[in-house]
């Protein structure tokens, strides 16, 4: 993306350049007479014929905007990305010593039991951003084995539908076998379409071949204590100020979004430097 960026800047300069030293060539005089008498572009007066040539001809820049609109869009991008990426560590700085109280007993988690950073994803099964965060957990897992302790809580944007349904049968699920729950939960997110558009049929389909029992399942899935779970966790969100999905918590740091893996190992490693002594 660096070297893109700094293409699309040279690009630009080489062709303003280029239509500077037109401007100021010999057979260019009878078009642009005042350039005609000046001297040959140098360090000194480059600055000073730019922009007296931008004065003159102010859609010029606008044109090699126009016709390099991709680089130009890619630029843009990287400085929100930079402006986005300083006012996150500005933000976890602060977060640092700012305990947020969650409740995570008894729910299964991947990762270490142990591990001195602790991530609580806030999330919903029919959320596409949900999906694509549940990759990138996924890979950041790996990456960071004996580190983390995740843990999946769930904040359904709807109260009814295909999205509470998925979490009260994955509560279920929890319940029947830690295990093949983690297992459903990948069949949920890879089948996020099919869940979308055939509600349940697509979520009993997933568990079944999770390999979840099924009539234990179909039983637990209609308990108060299970619906009251997903409750909790919506509760609990509010809270704490979950409004949007995904969420996480990484230790006290709250990350919003789809963020990258590199932004995730920024936040876990602030979260390692936080952490007591004994447990890095």
């Known amino acids: ?16 350049t280029a239509y500077l030293l037109f401007l100021s060539n010999k057979w ?26 931008l004065q003159k001809n102010p859609d010029l820049l606008l044109s090699v905007l126009r016709e390099n609109s991709e ?22 700085k602060a977060e640092l010593n700012q305990p947020k109280e969650v409740d995570i007993k008894d729910r299964p988690f991947r990762g270490a039991a142990d591990a001195p ?33 995740y843990v999946f809580k769930h904040f359904p944007l709807e109260t009814t539908g295909a999205a509470r349904l998925a979490a009260e049968y994955h509560v279920a699920a929890a319940r029947q076998d830690p295990e093949l729950a983690w297992k459903f939960y990948d069949l949920l997110f890879a089948r996020r379409a099919d869940v979308l558009k055939d509600g349940e049929p697509a979520i009993v389909n997933a568990a079944k071949d999770a390999g979840l029992n099924m009539k234990k399942l179909a039983a637990d899935v209609k308990r108060k204590d299970v619906r009251a779970e997903v409750d909790a966790d919506i509760a609990e969100g509010q809270r704490i100020g979950v409004q949007g999905t995904p969420y996480f918590l990484i230790n006290n740091l709250v990350a919003r979004g789809a963020l990258s893996s590199d932004l995730f ?3 876990i490693n602030m979260a390692l430097q936080a952490a007591p002594s004994g447990q890095k």
Not at 118 to 138: H, K, L, R, W
Request: charged share 20%; with cysteine; aromatic share 8%.
């Open 265 to 267: 190992k920024e936040a």
């Open 28 to 53: 260019a005089s009878a078009a642009t007479p005042s350039y005609a008498a000046s001297s040959a572009v140098t360090t000194d007066n480059f600055a000073e014929l730019l922009r007296e040539t």
């Open 71 to 92: 680089a130009v869009l890619d630029i843009a991008q990287e400085g929100s990305n930079q402006r986005r990426h300083k006012s996150l560590i500005a933000q976890w």
């Open 117 to 149: 950073v602790t991530i609580v994803a806030y999330s919903d099964f029919t959320c596409p951003y949900c999906q694509q965060a549940a990759g990138t957990m996924e890979k950041v897992l790996k990456e960071n084995l004996g580190k983390i302790k």
């Open 1 to 16: 993306m660096k070297r893109k960026i700094l293409w699309a800047f040279l690009i630009i300069w080489l062709i303003l």
